[in-house]
């Protein structure tokens, strides 16, 4: 394919997406029903980002994909509503769920607030959805979401099992290159590393996105 055809292909592209994040959001207690039992993958993205962060890595995805994963993309706002954009196929076994948050900063406190929006969420899922498994993805700050989440409020949820789950990039230490100065939120999961899930199969990258972590801080845990 000559270049102009394939600049021209990706700037149309690239327009599409943009016209697709701007449609209307609709509120959470107008998601679809599904026909099918669920194994849902839920993605949080890091901080700063949106739930918009995984749409191309999805397009990509469903690419080579049959059936495609459907996208309902997620947001969490302060005053704890929530609103989505994106269909669910009715006889998606696995549709992708992304959850994002109005309050997307960095910081500890920030990240506990995260989790337990998180919770909320999933909890607005499960009513919809009745599922017992689910498979997880954290980027960056999502990740130190998920390991929040696992060990403060995993327990409130009846018969829910992470089956998976994957941190691209998460830094369990906030950047710390010196392992030797832990900060408070490492403390608190090493305290707390008891109460993750045993039979969880957790694999942690270091990076596939352009964001600089400290290779240490993925290490620390």
């Not at 997880?136 to 829910?160: C, P």
């Amino acid at each position: 394919m000559k270049p102009f055809l394939t600049q021209l292909i990706y700037r149309l592209a690239k327009t599409f997406q943009k016209l697709l994040n701007k449609l209307p959001s609709h509120p959470i207690s107008h998601l679809p029903a599904s026909k099918v039992e669920i194994c849902p993958i839920i993605m949080i993205p890091g901080s700063s980002a949106t739930e918009n962060r995984f749409n191309r890595m999805v397009k990509k995805l469903n690419r080579n994909q049959h059936p495609r994963h459907s996208l309902v993309r997620i947001k969490v706002w302060n005053d704890g509503h929530m609103t989505y954009r994106g269909h669910l196929k009715r006889k998606d076994r696995t549709p992708i769920f992304v959850i994002g948050f109005q309050n997307n900063r960095d910081g500890y406190e920030n990240i506990k607030k995260q989790a337990a929006m998180f919770d909320v969420a999933l909890t607005v899922l499960r009513e919809k959805y009745s599922f017992n498994s689910f498979k997880a993805l954290g980027h960056s700050n999502g990740g130190l979401v998920y390991t929040v989440f696992l060990q403060q409020y995993l327990a409130n949820h009846s018969e829910l099992e992470m089956e998976k789950l994957l941190t691209i990039g998460s830094p369990y230490n906030l950047n710390k290159k010196n392992l030797n100065h832990r900060v408070a939120m490492l403390d608190d999961f090493v305290s707390n590393q008891g109460k993750l899930p045993k039979k969880l199969q957790h694999l942690s990258i270091l990076g596939i996105f352009s964001e600089t972590v400290t290779e240490l801080s993925i290490k620390a845990v």
